[in-house]
């Protein structure tokens, strides 16, 4: 008999989430360009209407969310009872996990997918089994190889967090269709509103058509990071489920006034998309050389390889970044510890951030 509460030793397996740093050198001012923010800030009109409901504080918000999934509906075409709501689309994948795994399940995920998918598998008590990448890219027959009768979740991130690859329509459904019926697909499309890919899907069709696929969203990346508001799209079964689950209250009314206005002003959305292609592009062209391997992305940020061979790594490079007050995502916990992810910022802090880059090369 322990002398002190156990816990479930499923949680013992975690590696608990570290988010990217946020300060500079001392005395420096930080450009922070890790966590994958809007550079152009939030939407005006939600900043607005965060600061008209202030006055609410001590009043409940709407348990059911109503005007917020209403919102999110029409500017999507989606049925609002099938749209569900978090704290940020963290909370909706770990309610997933826990409507969906019991210990000695499985869920498959991608080799570098995003950390919270096995934080989350084991909080449930579920094996994390991870499906080897091509060229850091999902592999589809990797993914379907991985599955077995003890999976019960496929995550897929799509665009992908960090390598900011993707899956086309045409991957995506084969992956969908190589699925049995009980094995539930989820879709986490947190950086869909910065895709230009002519060929890339959202998977609301898969949604509609099938009764294994949920999409997940966030406002995370379009202004409301701080807020932390999610959704998800879902079968009418999963929402039965889901709401058993979901806590009454649990996105703060503030928060959901914001994001409320934020999903309505479509025309800062597509100003964000615009100046992160401009911004994406141009630093991918910058970089893309034999001295920093720089991919093309479909999200609001960028990975970049480093070599060896060139004579000093990332770490070095992101000593020299930090010097200069520029902060980006050192990529160790993602077992990619010879590469950088950079956030897209504003046009001046990329410019430095380049110049800093060439200026090593020059060394």
């Given at each position: 008999m322990s002398d002190r509460p156990q816990v479930n030793p499923s949680i013992l397996e975690i590696a608990a989430y570290v988010p990217g740093k946020s300060k500079a050198a001392p005395g420096i001012e930080p450009i922070k360009l890790s966590a994958n923010e809007s550079p152009l800030g939030a939407s005006p009109k939600a900043i607005e209407a965060y600061r008209y409901h202030s006055g609410d504080l001590a009043i409940y918000p709407d348990g059911?969310?109503?005007?917020?999934?209403?919102?999110?509906?029409?500017?999507?075409?989606?049925?609002?009872?099938?749209?569900?709501?978090?704290?940020g689309s963290d909370e909706?994948?770990?309610?997933?996990?826990?409507?969906?795994l019991q210990p000695g399940d499985e869920a498959v995920m991608s080799q570098f997918g995003f950390l919270v998918y096995p934080i989350v598998t084991r909080g449930a008590g579920g094996r994390p089994v991870f499906a080897l990448e091509t060229d850091l890219?999902?592999?589809?027959?990797a993914m379907l190889a991985a599955v077995n009768e003890k999976t019960k979740i496929v995550?897929?991130?799509?665009p992908n967090n960090p390598t900011g690859s993707?899956?086309?329509?045409?991957e995506l459904d084969r992956l969908h269709a190589g699925l049995p019926k009980h094995v539930l697909l989820v879709i986490d499309a947190a950086y869909a509103e910065y895709v230009d890919a002519p060929d890339y899907k959202l998977g609301i069709d898969l949604v509609d058509a099938h009764e294994n696929v949920v999409m997940t969203r966030t406002f995370s990346k379009i202004g409301l990071a701080n807020l932390r508001v999610g959704w998800l799209y879902g079968p009418a079964h999963f929402m039965d489920v889901f709401n058993r689950l979901r806590g009454p209250f649990n996105v703060n009314g503030a928060a959901m006034k914001a994001a409320t206005a934020a999903v309505?002003?479509?025309?800062?959305?597509?100003?964000?998309?615009?100046?992160?292609?401009?911004?994406?592009?141009?630093?991918v062209a910058e970089l893309q050389s034999n001295w920093f391997r720089t991919r093309a992305s479909q999200g609001n940020f960028v990975l970049t390889e480093?070599?060896?061979e060139v004579g000093y790594t990332a770490k070095d490079a992101f000593e020299a970044l930090l010097a200069r007050g520029l902060v980006v995502?050192?990529?160790?916990?993602?077992?990619?510890?010879?590469?950088?992810?950079?956030?897209?910022?504003?046009e001046k802090d990329m410019t430095l951030l380049m110049q800093v880059l060439h200026g090593m090369r020059k060394n």
């Open positions: 059911s969310t109503s005007e917020l999934r209403k919102a999110i509906g029409e500017v999507h075409g989606l049925d609002p009872n099938r749209i569900g709501v978090g704290s909706l994948l770990h309610l997933i996990a826990q409507l969906y890219k999902t592999d589809v027959d995550y897929v991130a799509n993707y899956l086309s329509a045409d309505r002003d479509v025309e800062f959305t597509a100003k964000l998309k615009a100046h992160n292609k401009r911004m994406r592009d141009k630093l480093f070599s060896d995502r050192e990529m160790g916990s993602y077992s990619l510890p010879h590469a950088l992810r950079i956030s897209i910022g504003h």
